[in-house]
């Protein structure tokens, strides 16, 4: 199983930023996702999660009505799209998978595979 995360970069404050995670070896349609991301010195935290047919999601409070989060099967893809940012949204982000999350999939533990991550730096 391989995530690739990709789409992160410099981004001033206010801006927008869309992330990929392309997913191969398994079959991305029997997998719920997510993201998380890790800030210097802090604990990786989750961000956004996706169910297997995209029909439920579930986002930190700190993203709310910022972050969308989508995936195309066909394609083995998920997206994080990513407006209005700040500067404490700076961290890497990692995408995750996991042939079932038990509960709200909200820790790290949750998941049975990640990707390298992809560095998002927010400047002011």
């Known amino acids: 199983v391989q995530l690739q995360a990709s789409g992160g970069g410099l981004v001033q404050a206010g801006g927008s930023l869309r992330l990929s995670c392309a997913a191969s070896?398994?079959?991305?349609?029997?997998?719920?996702m997510a993201w998380f991301r890790q800030a210097p010195g802090k604990e990786r935290e989750f961000v956004m999660s996706?169910?297997?047919?995209?029909?439920?999601?579930a986002y930190a409070d700190s993203v709310k009505g910022r972050f969308t989060i989508s995936r195309d099967n066909a394609k083995s893809t998920m997206y994080l799209q990513m407006k209005e940012l700040t500067l404490e949204d700076t961290a890497v982000y990692y995408c995750?998978?996991?042939?079932?999350?038990?509960?709200?999939?909200?820790?790290?533990?949750?998941?049975?595979?990640w990707g390298r991550g992809t560095l998002v730096t927010v400047s002011s």
């Open positions: 995750a998978a996991s042939p079932r999350v038990i509960g709200g999939g909200y820790y790290p533990t949750d998941y049975d595979y």
């Open positions: 996706i169910s297997r047919s995209g029909g439920s999601t």
């Open positions: 070896g398994l079959t991305f349609s029997r997998y719920d």
